[in-house]
Every structure is written in structure tokens, then in C-alpha cells.
């Protein structure tokens, strides 16, 4: 008996000792130091047991302490720093260094011959990272750099397969020069095209928008730079990447035609105005064709039997290898892309081959080349695509026989808008190559000297012919016509570059000096065929045209450069650029051969001060401003000089060549256009950089316009190319990002930018010739002092006239009610005259883009979107005659509520078939702002588990849509074209990445 309660009393003991133990193992104080990855300690960092609410922060020293179980998971967070997890087994200690999250503060960023830290730059310079470019499906560069740098305004150029952008840095800097695109620098080449580069190499993309950055360009920087850095191999093991997509492309059209029914009745209400309010019979209206379509109801839809869904395609494979000495990195890219237009379509291959050699210790070599092979085919879609539009649906496509009708209703005005997808051709085949070579020699310390040497081609051949049958061939009497072109481009350039860096304790210089020279040389040779006996050869069937007519251009264009900078710090706070450079061009007079561009920029990096390291809001804390000139060299060469017309003459009865003088006045002291910008900026971090941007703040003043300058007739000569007027062109930028959630499982990203650039002329051609003492503006090409650059100045319709109105007694006695009311700005006077002309600009209020990205483990998720307001386009088809818009009921066009007497609140004039209604041009200016979805990706990377069994470094499978959905009141395919330019696809993708 006792011995079963001792054995009791044992069993008992045990178990409250084990109790007690688990107590104690429960309440076990887990201690620790937080410290940064200098070692410096962090307090204030929020340590919790996973899944509950226990939890401590660090002290000022970085100390902490805290009871957890064994197996309890301790989760420290702190802003700026890597989330970090640590579980608990049978340490009582927990030391841990935390990893910054910096954003990108020390960054390198590429600048023009150098590069520099992010943290350093204290000019205007925007990196966008290829990354992000890539996710967009398209061949055209400028489209992928859409919404990714404040300043940059992106339009649409060319929507077609192949087509590019038109890229606009801080707006128009230049009065009549058309061109404002930027220079494009690719590896120290200037190129031709930003798409001559496949954006599957880029490694880097810096955008220079001041004149700190851009001075160093001189001449041809006043349109702005962007710097483009191919891909190098670093040593290492072999690495093979591929990277593939393939989807579809549709389009969407912001705008409706007349369905039969609504065209039917369009037409009759044009007759019954004509017709003193009385409607006629149909069979007084219509072609017999017509009639029996609306009796059957089989009206064509012509989008529906035009447009199609179209595949794109694209394939990069590159492979990068390299040792202590040589490295190589190469790729291949395939791009497949079929148009929506039936017989539209672009091809491209490109081939890249970087090479680095190092020699000795203090010397190396290298070289950038590239490859690139193109086709474009485009059989006239401009008027395929209006016919789309202005063909009525009361029609037949086919005649009896199968072949296409070339007159569908009947009516000889309305064509066939299929007929030239087949009978038409037009072949485009490009050639384009990079051949850079340099080489580096470091002789001492710090002292670094480069020889660029570069040469680039681009060669054309193109054809295109229109045969027999089509649009062209039939009205010509079914003969065909068509025209084979040849291009040669080839530019050089050669390069002395010398480097200088010095570090002294905390003072930090870098001189750089440059010596350059290049040329270009353009040659094309056009023939023109008319009138082929048959479409047996097509185009190369020439010889038996009857009229060739061949057109030659050949022109070649050199610049010889000085440039100069110094770059000096002080510990990494207070910087100073200073920087110069003299261009000769031979574009200019022989009097200005010469110009020079200085600039100087000042930075202050306040968050290293002393007093602002306590502040641990602040992370980064940048104020810095620029001043300094560019140049813009944008003319033709020659134009400086008279020019030749050449005149035949009969003389005895036969013809002999001459030549007269042409109609431009030379002028010996044409000069650069010289703009002079002044630059303010504050670049932010706080905490830590979770939160970041820039403000900028910019005024340019641009001198010595380029322009063409009438001239009196009596001097012979009605222009001359002369150097005139100033316009100041300013506004500023603003972006945040911002770093949401930052986990090693979650991370959530999102940022905005708005831009604002506002122009207006200040001087033309200093005449007051009616002596008011205001300068006088220039109304032909619509000019006007202390107003926009590009504005509209015409009437502005206020509405429809209404049954009632006292219209006898307005300032448009003329009109009848249905007809266009006008503004009148001065409404005693009663007429209507030019000082009743309205002035509306058209660039844009502002423009800006918002973007969102999330990770959660091995998923991916982005979207953009892209928005520009305040922009004022003018649409022919909202009243054009041969557009469809006068409302005749002769072409179909965009659907309108026309004023009717049934119908007084319709917002368009009365339709009339006899003369397009009054004033009706005054209704194209149209606000064409939109909100656009421009990019949505969703992605998935393989775990490293599945990675390995399938001896992959990495894999990830996406799905990408591209223009989306569009929110705008312009009414066209894009808000940025006319309906009868190529549509703007939306494109939906599927695409693969690897890396082995």
C-alpha cells in the first residue's frame, strides 16, 4: 500500500516538474541587438511573434527583449529595411543585421560620355529600366517608353506594323522645323530611328531634359537626348536567355456610322431640305441598287468585311559568356506582326554582337555591332480605311461573276474599299547596321583615354505598284501605275575621348574632354511609272510604261565638335558641372559655321548634412538647379546657300537643259537656333526611401528661330531661310513613387507623374507695321505674339439656329434655322468678320500616367495607365465633304444627331444634298483628352523546386494586354489620329521568359 503511494507521490512530483518546466520554456526571455548593415544600431524596430499580437521594439541602442516559445517564428520590421523572420529553437540570443530597402538611390546612372551614382546627378536626367519596356507588345520603342519619364510626351505616329512614335522632351523648343524629336545616342552612336536598337538588348535608357545634361551635345540637343546602353557580358559561366510572345491584335473605334436604316433616312432628309421641306419617293433618291438592298435589308457592315484579328509574334534569344579577359554577349531577335488591314504586315531580324577584350592591365578594346533586316508591306490603307467610313452600306460587294464591284451602291463617288487591299502593293525592305569599335587605354591612375570609332548604314528598296484593276488602275483606263526607290545612308564618326578623376579626402573631380567629328551622307533614286500596258511584271514590268519619270536627292551634311566638362564634389554634398562646347556645322552660313554652348549646374545633397542625419524622415533630400544653352542645327543642308531649277528650253526647234535661279534668297549669316533653359529641381526620399520623386521646375528661351522669311517679289526671290523671333517654352514635372509593402513574400509598388509644358511666341519679325505699337502677328501661318505656337483661329459654332429666333436681324442673316450659329464677339456691330475668329490651342493642359505593381511569392501583377487632358485636335470627318461629315447623304460618315424640324435639339446642322452646309468646318475642333489602360500584366516564375528538376535558373509564363480601354470624346480609332489613319490595335499576349 505504501509502495503505490509512493509511487503516486513520484508520478505526481514528475509531472508538475515537467509542468514547470514547460512553464519556464514558455516564458524564456529571447534577447538581442537590431543593428544596420554598418553595424550602427536600430531603434524602433517592431519585432512580433508570428500570428499573434506579442511583440517589443528596439531601444535607442537597438536592444531588445521578449519572451517567446520554442518554435514560436519572431517577424522583425522596420521601414527601409527588408522584412526579416528568425524561429526560435534553443537560442536565448538573437543578433540580426537588417537589409536596407533603399529605392535606387545609388543607382548608376549613364550621363553623355560617363556615368555617374544616382546620388550624385544634379542635372535633369530620367533612367527608365528595360524591364518595364519590354512588357509592352509592340516594335516600337517609342511606345514602351510611354508614361515611364515625366517630361516626355509620346504620340502616336504610326500605328501600322512597324510604325513608331513621335517622342517630345518638355515640349516645342523650334516655330517651323518639323522634326523635334530627340537625339538618339545608342552606345556613343548617334542612330537614325530609337527602334534602329531591339529593346531586348537595352541594358540601360537615360532620358537628358536640361541643359547640363544635354550642353555636352551642343548642336543637336535642343530637341532633347536620350542615351541608350546595350547589354554587356560580365565573367562568369555561360548564360542563355530567351524571352517569346504570341497573341492577337483587334481594334476598337470610338465612333459609329450610319447603319442602312439611319444612312436611308440621312439621305432622305438631305433631299427634303433641298426640296422645301417636302420628301421625295425613294426611287427619286436612291440607285436601283440601293432600293433593292433596303427592300432586302442586307446592309454591309464594311469595318466587319475590312478589318481582321491579326497575330503577333516576337522571339529574343541571347547569350552572354566571359572570363577574366574576353567577353562576349550576342542575340537574335525575330519580330512577326500582322497588320488589322488585310495585306499589311512588318518582319524584323536583328542580330547584336558586343565584344569586350582586355589586353593588358592598362588597356582594352571592344566592339558594338548590330544587324538589322526588315520588311514592311502596306498597300495603301489610308484610303481603304476612309472607305471604311464613307462607303454606304447600301450596297453589294461582288458582282455577279464574284469579282469585286468597283461602285458597291451604284454611285460613282462611293468606291470599293476592298478593291485595293488586293489589286495594290507596296513593299518596303530595310537594311540597317552599327559597327562601333573603341578602344581604352589607362596609362596612370585616374587618367583614362577612349578612341570611338563608328559607322552606320541604312539602305532601302521599295516598290509598289497598283494594278489594272484597282481604284487607281480603273479610273486611269485600266492602267496600272507604280514606283521603285532606292536609299543609301551612311553616317561616320570618330571620337578622342579623355578622362580624368581624382579623389582627394572629400574632394572629388572628374574632367572630361572630347574631340569629334562626323559626317553624313543621304542618296536615294525615285522612279515613277505610269500608264503599264499590263500587270503581267508589275512594278518590274517599268520598261514598258508609258512615262518614267526618275527623281534623284543626294546631300551630304559634317560636324566638327570641342566639348569640355569639369565635375566637382565635397564630400558627396555640394557638387559644381561646368560644361562647354563648340560645334561647326556645315549646314550654316559661311559666316556662322560656328556655335557654342555652355552650361553650369549646382547641387546641394542637404540629407548629408550634420544637422539632417538625425532627421529619420528624411532619406534623401537633393536641391539643384542648371543654366546653359543647346543648339538645334534641324535644316536641310544648303539651305544657306541659292539653289537651281532646272527649265528646258527650245531653241532651233529643239529642247536643251537649263537651269534658273531657284526662289531661295542665300543667305550667308544663317546660325543655329540657341536655346538657353534654366533648370530648378528637388529630388525627395523619406523613410528610407519608401516615398520618393522629383519636382522640376524649367523655362527655356529659344533665340534665332530657323524660319522661312517672305520676301518681297520684286527681288526675285519670294524666301529665304534667315534667323528670327524668340519663344519661351516652360512648365514642370512632378513624380512620386512609392514602396507600399516590402516583404520577401509581398511587395506592392505604385507611382504617379504629371508634366505641364506651356509655350507661346514672344518676337517674330519685330515689325508694327499699322504702328500700335504692339508687334505684329503673322495670320498666314497663324503665329501670334504672346499666344501658343500651334493653335486653331477660326470661327467657334455656339449652337443650332431655331425655328423663331430672330435671325434676320443677327450677324448671320443668312442663315435658316438648322443652320451653324457662330460666336459673335462683338455683337452691336451685327456681321460677321475675321475679328470674330476664335483662338484655341492645341497642345495639351497637362499629361501624366499612374502606376501599380504587386509580387506575392512567385506572382506578379502591374497595370498602367496613361492619361493627357486639355488637348484640342481638328477631325475632318466631323465635316469634310470626301470624309462623309457635310451630311449630304452622298458618302456615309461618323453618326451625328442632326438638327431636324422634328428634332430641334439635335447638336448638328440640317442635312442638305445640293452644298454642305453652312459653316460646317467650323465643327471639327474636338477635345481629344483621354484615360487610357495602357498596360496590364500578370505573371508567374516557377519555384526553385520545380527549377532545378528541369535544370532552369529561372522561368516565368505572363499575360500582357496593351491598350485596352480608352476613355476620350475624340471621335477616331485613338484620340491621337484620324479615322482614316491606321487603327491603334489592342493587343493581348502570352509570353515566356528563361533563363538557363
Given at each position: 500500500m505504501k509502495s503505490k503511494l509512493f509511487t503516486k507521490q513520484v508520478l505526481i512530483l514528475m509531472l508538475l516538474s515537467l509542468l514547470i518546466s514547460g512553464v519556464n520554456a514558455q516564458n524564456s526571455d529571447i534577447k538581442g541587438r537590431v543593428t544596420d548593415n554598418n553595424g550602427e544600431p536600430l531603434p524602433g524596430v517592431t519585432i512580433l511573434i508570428k500570428g499573434t499580437t506579442s511583440g517589443t521594439i528596439t531601444d535607442k541602442d537597438g536592444h531588445f527583449t521578449?519572451?517567446?516559445?520554442?518554435?514560436?517564428?519572431?517577424?522583425?520590421?522596420?521601414?527601409?529595411?527588408?522584412?526579416?523572420?528568425?524561429?526560435?529553437?534553443?537560442?536565448?540570443?538573437?543578433?540580426?543585421?537588417?537589409?536596407?530597402?533603399?529605392?535606387?538611390?545609388?543607382?548608376?546612372?549613364?550621363?553623355?560620355?560617363?556615368?555617374?551614382?544616382?546620388?550624385?546627378?544634379?542635372?535633369?536626367?530620367?533612367?527608365?529600366?528595360?524591364?518595364?519596356?519590354?512588357?509592352?507588345?509592340?516594335?516600337?520603342?517609342?511606345?514602351?517608353?510611354?508614361?515611364?519619364?515625366?517630361?516626355?510626351?509620346?504620340?502616336?505616329?504610326?500605328?501600322?506594323?512597324?510604325?513608331?512614335?513621335?517622342?517630345?522632351?518638355?515640349?516645342?523648343?523650334?516655330?517651323?522645323?518639323?522634326?523635334?524629336?530627340?537625339?538618339?545616342?545608342?552606345?556613343?552612336?548617334?542612330?537614325?530611328?530609337?527602334?534602329?536598337?531591339?529593346?531586348?538588348?537595352?541594358?540601360?535608357?537615360?532620358?537628358?531634359?536640361?541643359?547640363?545634361?544635354?550642353?555636352?551635345?551642343?548642336?543637336?540637343?535642343?530637341?532633347?537626348?536620350?542615351?541608350?546602353?546595350?547589354?554587356?557580358?560580365?565573367?562568369?559561366?555561360?548564360?542563355?536567355?530567351?524571352?517569346?510572345?504570341?497573341?492577337?491584335?483587334?481594334?476598337?473605334?470610338?465612333?459609329?456610322?450610319?447603319?442602312?436604316?439611319?444612312?436611308?433616312?440621312?439621305?432622305?432628309?438631305?433631299?427634303?431640305?433641298?426640296?422645301?421641306?417636302?420628301?421625295?419617293?425613294?426611287?427619286?433618291?436612291?440607285?436601283?441598287?440601293?432600293?433593292?438592298?433596303?427592300?432586302?435589308?442586307?446592309?454591309?457592315?464594311?469595318?466587319?468585311?475590312?478589318?481582321?484579328?491579326?497575330?503577333?509574334?516576337?522571339?529574343?534569344?541571347?547569350?552572354?559568356?566571359?572570363?577574366?579577359?574576353?567577353?562576349?554577349?550576342?542575340?537574335?531577335?525575330?519580330?512577326?506582326?500582322?497588320?488589322?488591314?488585310?495585306?499589311?504586315?512588318?518582319?524584323?531580324?536583328?542580330?547584336?554582337?558586343?565584344?569586350?577584350?582586355?589586353?593588358?592591365?592598362?588597356?582594352?578594346?571592344?566592339?558594338?555591332?548590330?544587324?538589322?533586316?526588315?520588311?514592311?508591306?502596306?498597300?495603301?490603307?489610308?484610303?481603304?480605311?476612309?472607305?471604311?467610313?464613307?462607303?454606304?452600306?447600301?450596297?453589294?460587294?461582288?458582282?455577279?461573276?464574284?469579282?469585286?464591284?468597283?461602285?458597291?451602291?451604284?454611285?460613282?463617288?462611293?468606291?470599293?474599299?476592298?478593291?485595293?487591299?488586293?489589286?495594290?502593293?507596296?513593299?518596303?525592305?530595310?537594311?540597317?547596321?552599327?559597327?562601333?569599335?573603341?578602344?581604352?587605354?589607362?596609362?596612370?591612375?585616374?587618367?583614362?583615354?577612349?578612341?570611338?570609332?563608328?559607322?552606320?548604314?541604312?539602305?532601302?528598296?521599295?516598290?509598289?505598284?497598283?494594278?489594272?484593276?484597282?481604284?487607281w488602275g480603273v479610273q486611269s483606263g485600266e492602267k496600272g501605275q507604280g514606283s521603285m526607290q532606292f536609299g543609301d545612308n551612311v553616317e561616320w564618326q570618330l571620337e578622342n575621348i579623355f578622362t580624368y578623376e581624382a579623389h582627394l579626402q572629400k574632394h572629388n573631380l572628374g574632367i572630361t574632354f572630347v574631340q569629334s567629328a562626323s559626317e553624313k551622307k543621304v542618296s536615294s533614286f525615285r522612279n515613277e511609272s505610269t500608264d503599264f500596258p499590263n500587270d503581267l511584271l508589275g512594278i518590274y514590268g517599268l520598261e514598258a510604261a508609258a512615262r518614267n519619270t526618275p527623281i534623284i536627292e543626294a546631300y551630304r551634311r559634317g560636324l566638327v565638335s570641342f566639348v569640355g566638362r569639369i565635375q566637382y564634389d565635397y564630400d558627396s554634398k555640394y557638387y559644381l558641372t561646368a560644361s562647354a562646347r563648340a560645334d561647326g556645322s556645315t549646314v550654316f552660313g559661311a559666316n556662322n559655321k560656328w556655335g557654342y554652348f555652355p552650361s553650369v549646374a549646382l547641387g546641394w545633397n542637404i540629407y548629408r548634412e550634420s544637422f539632417a542625419e538625425n532627421i529619420e524622415l528624411i532619406s534623401n533630400l537633393k536641391l539643384r538647379g542648371s543654366y546653359g544653352s543647346v543648339g538645334n542645327e534641324g535644316i536641310n543642308p544648303y539651305e544657306s546657300q541659292s539653289t537651281a531649277i532646272q527649265r528646258d528650253y527650245i531653241f532651233d526647234g529643239s529642247k536643251t537643259l537649263g537651269y534658273v535661279p531657284g526662289s531661295f534668297l542665300p543667305n550667308p549669316n544663317l546660325k543655329w537656333e540657341t536655346s538657353t533653359i534654366l533648370n530648378v529641381a528637388i529630388d525627395y526620399g523619406l523613410w528610407r526611401n519608401r516615398l520618393s520623386g522629383t519636382l522640376e521646375v524649367y523655362n527655356t528661351r529659344t533665340k534665332d528661330l530657323l524660319v522661312n522669311q517672305a520676301l518681297n517679289a520684286a527681288s526675285g526671290y519670294s524666301r529665304m531661310r534667315t534667323n528670327l523671333g524668340e519663344i519661351e517654352n516652360k512648365g514642370f514635372e512632378l513624380n512620386m513613387n512609392g514602396v507600399i509593402v516590402s516583404k520577401r513574400e509581398l511587395s506592392i509598388n505604385a507611382g504617379f507623374s504629371v508634366s505641364q509644358n506651356k509655350n507661346k511666341i514672344i518676337s517674330l519679325y519685330g515689325k508694327d507695321e499699322d504702328e500700335d505699337g504692339i508687334e505684329d502677328d503673322d495670320l498666314a501661318n497663324r503665329w501670334f505674339i504672346g499666344q501658343p505656337i500651334d493653335v486653331y483661329y477660326q470661327y467657334k459654332p455656339v449652337g443650332i439656329f431655331q425655328e423663331g429666333e430672330d435671325i434676320i436681324h443677327s450677324h448671320q442673316p443668312e442663315s435658316k434655322p438648322g443652320d451653324i450659329k457662330l460666336y459673335d464677339r462683338y455683337p452691336d456691330d451685327g456681321i460677321l468678320n475675321a475679328d470674330d475668329n476664335v483662338l484655341t490651342k492645341r497642345d495639351p493642359d497637362w499629361f501624366g500616367s499612374f502606376n501599380f505593381e504587386i509580387n506575392y511569392k512567385n506572382i506578379d501583377f502591374a497595370f498602367d495607365v496613361l492619361t493627357v487632358q486639355g488637348v484640342i485636335k481638328n477631325n475632318p470627318y466631323l465635316y469634310g465633304y470626301s470624309q462623309g461629315g457635310s451630311l449630304r447623304g452622298v458618302l456615309n460618315g461618323v453618326k451625328q444627331d442632326y438638327w431636324l424640324p422634328e428634332n430641334p435639339s439635335g447638336n448638328w446642322p440640317r442635312p442638305t444634298n445640293a452644298n454642305d452646309p453652312r459653316y460646317i468646318w467650323t465643327m471639327g475642333l474636338q477635345d481629344a483628352s483621354f484615360i487610357r489602360l495602357q498596360n496590364i500584366t500578370f505573371g508567374y516564375t516557377l519555384p526553385e523546386n520545380l527549377l532545378s528538376k528541369i535544370k532552369t535558373e529561372n522561368l516565368r509564363i505572363y499575360c500582357t494586354g496593351h491598350n485596352l480601354y480608352t476613355y476620350t470624346r475624340f471621335q477616331s480609332y485613338s484620340p491621337e489620329k484620324e479615322p482614316n489613319e491606321y487603327p491603334e490595335a489592342i493587343s493581348i499576349v502570352i509570353g515566356i521568359q528563361a533563363a538557363f
Open positions: 521578449l519572451k517567446a516559445d520554442k518554435g514560436n517564428t519572431l517577424v522583425f520590421s522596420f521601414i527601409g529595411f527588408l522584412v526579416e523572420e528568425v524561429v526560435i529553437e534553443d537560442q536565448t540570443t538573437v543578433d540580426l543585421t537588417l537589409i536596407p530597402d533603399i529605392i535606387g538611390i545609388d543607382d548608376v546612372v549613364v550621363i553623355g560620355y560617363g556615368t555617374q551614382a544616382k546620388s550624385d546627378i544634379i542635372s535633369s536626367v530620367v533612367t527608365i529600366k528595360p524591364e518595364s519596356m519590354i512588357k509592352v507588345p509592340t516594335a516600337d520603342v517609342g511606345e514602351m517608353l510611354r508614361g515611364k519619364a515625366t517630361g516626355v510626351y509620346i504620340t502616336l505616329g504610326d500605328a501600322g506594323p512597324g510604325g513608331s512614335s513621335n517622342i517630345l522632351i518638355r515640349g516645342k523648343n523650334t516655330i517651323s522645323i518639323p522634326n523635334s524629336n530627340p537625339i538618339i545616342i545608342a552606345d556613343g552612336v548617334p542612330v537614325e530611328n530609337i527602334n534602329d536598337i531591339n529593346p531586348n538588348d537595352i541594358a540601360s535608357l537615360e532620358v537628358l531634359k536640361d541643359a547640363a545634361s544635354q550642353a555636352i551635345y551642343g548642336a543637336r540637343a535642343s530637341n532633347g537626348v536620350i542615351l541608350i546602353t546595350t547589354k554587356r557580358a560580365a565573367e562568369g559561366k555561360a548564360k542563355v536567355n530567351y524571352s517569346g510572345y504570341y497573341g492577337m491584335q483587334t481594334v476598337k473605334r470610338n465612333f459609329k456610322v450610319y447603319s442602312g436604316e439611319e444612312f436611308a433616312q440621312l439621305k432622305r432628309e438631305a433631299y427634303r431640305t433641298d426640296n422645301n421641306n417636302t420628301y421625295l419617293a425613294d426611287e427619286d433618291i436612291f440607285t436601283e441598287i440601293e432600293q433593292e438592298v433596303l427592300a432586302g435589308g442586307e446592309f454591309i457592315d464594311w469595318e466587319k468585311e475590312v478589318l481582321q484579328l491579326a497575330p503577333i509574334q516576337n522571339h529574343n534569344l541571347s547569350l552572354s559568356t566571359g572570363t577574366s579577359s574576353t567577353k562576349i554577349f550576342s542575340s537574335l531577335n525575330y519580330l512577326d506582326q500582322e497588320g488589322v488591314v488585310p495585306g499589311t504586315n512588318y518582319k524584323k531580324f536583328s542580330i547584336r554582337l558586343n565584344i569586350d577584350q582586355k589586353v593588358t592591365e592598362w588597356m582594352s578594346f571592344g566592339a558594338n555591332t548590330s544587324w538589322q533586316l526588315s520588311k514592311n508591306d502596306d498597300p495603301g490603307t489610308g484610303g481603304t480605311l476612309q472607305r471604311t467610313i464613307t462607303t454606304s452600306p447600301l450596297g453589294k460587294i461582288y458582282n455577279d461573276d464574284g469579282t469585286y464591284r468597283l461602285y458597291p451602291t451604284g454611285v460613282q463617288e462611293s468606291f470599293n474599299p476592298l478593291l485595293d487591299i488586293n489589286e495594290t502593293t507596296n513593299l518596303l525592305e530595310d537594311r540597317n547596321d552599327i559597327m562601333n569599335l573603341f578602344v581604352d587605354i589607362m596609362p596612370i591612375k585616374g587618367f583614362k583615354y577612349r578612341l570611338n570609332a563608328s559607322r552606320r548604314s541604312w539602305n532601302r528598296k521599295g516598290s509598289s505598284y497598283s494594278s489594272s484593276e484597282s481604284l
